[in-house]
């Protein structure tokens, strides 16, 4: 699907797309020869070449060519034209669907390429996720406002707040896909690394009912498992800002047990009451009343404990 719109350079911004459907509605009828024709050699945005401009506005459905070969906007589009933001907002949320069709598109969004900054709240794209390969679909996504450039990092891509709700709707399924075979990959474990994501889409579950579906509670380790905690939630739902940083730790038998990494304690030790772990016993996930245990202040709770043995797994050796 994709396939058809790589050989472009340029697949528009909203000043072009906004002036378009003016032509386009304004009672006049227009072949795509002639709206080629006008906009040839027009300078937009500071750009002269929109050769995927209309392509892609066909491919997904926004526009067609009737019988008579004159270009028409579709019906669901036709009354876009309240404010140049509505109709914005109309075409980038239209544009995005149609690219997540495509797998090839939806596996660009991996670990290896997506990170998630606490500080701001925001998720990152590395820049290369895209290449030179979908250049065109960065710049679309850049110049519409969906992503915009780290100020301190300029390879990283930010997802506009705006969109964040949005583009985790649409793009859930490939998240948790890729992280599964990221994660399989990375550890060669596939049925322990499913057995972990289970837990943490339990207790995802979990902390929206307990908080009563409020908005903001944030599955971190999708995409990125290296911050040392899973999920970014709230202490109770008059909280405005994200201060439960939540460790998911699964476990099968009478007594719970885990591994803790150096950067789960780590965060754990600098969190202190506002980090939890949560123990999820794998063979009541599914009973309708479970609850898992929660221990907060983990260091002293668990570590500093007397009712927790510790054991020494492994030896991290470096020759002298």
């Known amino acids: 699907m994709l396939k058809e719109i790589r050989q472009y350079e340029n697949l528009g911004t909203v000043e072009y797309f906004w002036e378009l459907f003016r ?30 401009c209309i392509p892609l506005l066909l491919l997904s459905n926004v526009v067609y060519v009737n019988d008579k070969g004159y270009v028409v906007v579709s019906d669901r589009y036709r009354n876009i034209f309240y404010t140049k933001t509505f109709f914005r907002n109309q075409l980038i949320e239209t544009f995005f669907r149609f690219f997540i069709k495509d797998d ?41 406002g969906f992503l915009y450039r780290h100020s301190d990092f300029p390879n990283i891509l930010i997802i506009n707040s705006k969109w964040k709700n949005f583009f985790n709707k649409h793009l859930i399924d490939a998240i948790k896909r890729n992280k599964l075979k990221f994660d399989a990959s990375k550890y060669r ?83 202190k009451n506002n980090y939890f772990v949560y123990l999820v016993d794998r063979d009541r996930i599914d009973d309708v009343d479970y609850e898992p245990e929660i221990i907060n202040n983990p260091i002293e709770n668990i570590l500093n404990s007397e009712n927790w043995l510790q054991e020494c797994d492994k030896y991290l050796l470096r020759k002298r």
């Open 23 to 52: 032509k386009i509605n304004s009672g006049e009828q227009w072949t795509l020869r002639e709206l080629n024709s006008h906009f040839s050699d027009r300078i937009i945005d500071n750009m002269r070449n929109f050769d995927g």
């Open 104 to 144: 090839e598109f939806c596996d660009r969004f991996t670990q290896e390429y997506v990170s998630y900054d606490l500080i701001s709240g925001s998720v990152g794209i590395d820049i290369n996720a895209f290449g030179f390969r979908y250049a065109n679909i960065r710049d679309l996504l850049l110049s519409f």
């Open 189 to 271: 474990n596939e049925q322990k690394v499913l057995s972990g994501f289970i837990a943490e889409e339990f207790v995802m579950r979990f902390e929206e009912k307990r908080l009563q579906d409020k908005q903001g509670i944030i599955w971190v380790s999708l995409y990125d498992d290296s911050v040392g905690y899973d999920i970014v939630s709230f202490n109770n739902v008059r909280n405005t800002r994200c201060n439960r940083f939540i460790e998911v730790k699964s476990y099968i038998g009478k007594n719970p047990y885990f591994y803790w990494t150096r950067n789960e304690v780590r965060e754990a030790k600098n969190s």
